[in-house]
């Protein structure tokens, strides 16, 4: 089974149409974890497209908080503000559909996906010290995750931990070895945050125990033009050309 791992797609088309152009042809299913929504102007066309489309999906802080069943309290303003837009925009299936997401972990195809982590689904997984601590919460060899933004992940060998080496913006593609578990983050689609604004994605083959990460540029023009047309907060449109 060949699977376009997705996270963080944040409501941008844009981003989302180039990767599914790029991965045409390269997956039997789709597989998203969390974030459908937030942060971009474009929440039901994302979502009507995840409700067709894709086979497993878990939610994320921003599905939570854009459903109205998060205290936003402990967002920043930016964010509340998106999500307090967003949660006026969706229509009612699709704020149904948003709601009813669960919470990770979700074992999918000998796989796990998690949101931020498989202990907590709102951790910030980003040090070797923070995935050392989720060693007894692994239940699969391999578990995607998001919520940071940042492509990449960890090996796990024995009780050593280790980075997986983030990929170059073009393409990287490494085997699964054995008696290895590992956490891989296919990066944002609809917000990276690692400097580089391309949408980044992976894709996952089981059969040949192969992760490639990949990276597609977009109009991120239109897409900000969207953010500022729809009245949110400029930075989102601003950060989106920075990869921030």
């Not at 929440?43 to 205290?71: F, K, L, M, S, Y």
């Not at 919470?103 to 040090?127: F, K, N, Q, R």
């Not at 796990?156 to 891989?184: C, H, N, Q, S």
């Amino acid at each position: 089974m060949r699977s376009l791992i997705l996270t963080d797609l944040h409501a941008n088309w844009e981003a989302l149409e180039a990767v599914l152009s790029e991965a045409a042809g390269s997956y039997d299913q789709i597989l998203c974890c969390g974030d459908v929504v937030g942060y971009g102007a474009d929440p039901n066309r994302v979502t009507d497209w995840v409700r067709e489309n894709v086979a497993a999906v878990i939610r994320g802080n921003h599905d939570r908080a854009c459903a109205g069943t998060e205290d936003l309290e402990w967002f920043n303003p930016v964010a509340r503000m998106a999500a307090e837009w967003t949660l006026s925009e969706l229509t009612p299936g699709n704020l149904q559909f948003i709601r009813d997401l669960r919470a990770g972990p979700l074992a999918v195809s000998g796989l796990t996906l998690v949101h931020g982590s498989p202990a907590d689904e709102d951790e910030y997984v980003i040090t070797l010290h923070d995935a050392g601590q989720l060693v007894k919460y692994l239940t699969t060899p391999l578990t995607f995750f998001g919520h940071t933004h940042l492509q990449g992940g960890f090996q796990f060998i024995g009780d050593k931990v280790r980075a997986l080496l983030k990929a170059p913006a073009a393409l990287a593609t490494f085997e699964l070895e054995p008696d290895t578990w590992y956490m891989v983050n296919p990066g944002s689609v609809g917000q990276p945050r690692d400097g580089d604004p391309t949408a980044a994605w992976a894709l996952y083959d089981d059969a040949a125990r192969l992760v490639t990460y990949r990276r597609t540029p977009y109009d991120i023009a239109k897409a900000q033009r969207k953010i500022e047309a729809a009245g949110l907060p400029p930075v989102l449109a601003l950060r989106l050309g920075r990869g921030e």
